[in-house]
């Protein structure tokens, strides 16, 4: 009992230090950074080595002359169907919409699941008086298609297979107009380095229920971006220098059975919810795999 009570000990050490230390920067550091030459300085070291990256640079790095407005992509169910040109659109735009993404199996598990979720009173629970969010994590291993669209992407974007769990995310709009919060229900940006989620959603999501927002081609890390980044406070559309990012503004509404990919340095959020209803997506995230010793030495 001894030597398993050290073990959990050690395991709840290492997994700390690997959060504090060794995750994927974020923006906490240069919020909570008021010396301008340490902040400056993170922030070119970390873009810097990301730039340094083969596999980076198309998406990311490489100039655009132009968004795509086409950005959805059916794929008929079929993952062979994922192509280059579904590469061509992500770069352009930082988003593409897949339409007929998962197998019915697929499809059918995941409603599945989320009939089955009792929110409970825990850390998953979040809550407002406008708003409930909830979410339970589940392995991606059960949904074949799934893992493979999540292979695809993350092989081209981040140059290898990334692990990832199944994030099932229950939004629950308690009271309208919805309280705006930033990060969450506004244009905002996860991180100021290279950063990709995907976001599944069984059911249709329409204009009143909550759907994804993206700014076409704000996610390109250019000398305007990191100006950006060195200056902004909030990370959000009410900076007053955001407002270059939030030209082609897009609203994702989507069909049952669709998987957005977006890289979510760029502009992104989801709308606030116009009536009271529940939105229910899967989320795929990758900071966990993808970390500072990725950027250092991959």
């Known amino acids: 009992m001894k030597n398993i009570n050290i073990k959990i000990f050690f395991y709840k050490v290492l997994n700390f230090f690997i959060k504090k230390y060794l995750s994927f920067p974020t923006l906490q550091f240069i919020i909570s950074t008021n010396n301008n030459f340490v902040k ?3 922030i070119n070291f970390w873009i810097s080595l990301s730039r340094k990256k083969n ?15 086409k950005i959805n992509i059916d794929i008929k169910k079929k993952i062979e169907n994922l192509n280059e040109e579904c590469l061509n659109i992500l770069e352009k735009n930082g988003i593409i919409i897949i339409e007929n993404a998962l197998s019915e199996n697929d499809q059918s598990k995941i409603i599945e699941n989320f009939n089955k979720i009792s929110i409970k009173e825990n850390r998953n629970l979040r809550k407002n008086e406008t708003l409930l969010k909830y979410f339970e994590e589940f392995d991606i291993n059960n949904f074949s298609t799934l893992k493979k669209i999540s292979d695809f992407f993350t092989s081209k974007v981040y140059g290898k297979v990334l692990k990832t769990s199944t994030e099932f995310h229950i939004h629950d709009a308690l009271k309208i107009p919805e309280v705006i919060i930033n990060g969450d229900n506004n244009f905002h940006i996860d991180r100021f380095l290279p950063n990709m989620k995907l976001y599944y959603s069984p059911f249709d999501i329409n204009e009143n229920g909550a759907p994804f927002c993206y700014a076409l081609g704000s996610h390109k890390i250019d000398n305007q971006y990191i100006n950006f980044i060195k200056s902004s406070k909030l990370f959000t559309d009410v900076d007053p220098n955001a407002k270059h990012f939030l030209k082609d503004k897009k609203e994702i509404t989507c069909k049952a059975n669709s998987l957005v990919v977006a890289l979510t340095n760029g502009f992104h959020g989801r709308k606030p919810f116009l009536e009271k209803t529940t939105r229910k997506l899967v989320f795929l995230q990758y900071h966990k795999s993808y970390n500072k010793i990725s950027l250092l030495f991959s």
């Open 40 to 42: 400056n300085l993170y």
């Open 55 to 69: 596999y980076f640079y198309k998406f990311f790095f490489k100039a655009n002359n132009g968004v795509n407005y």
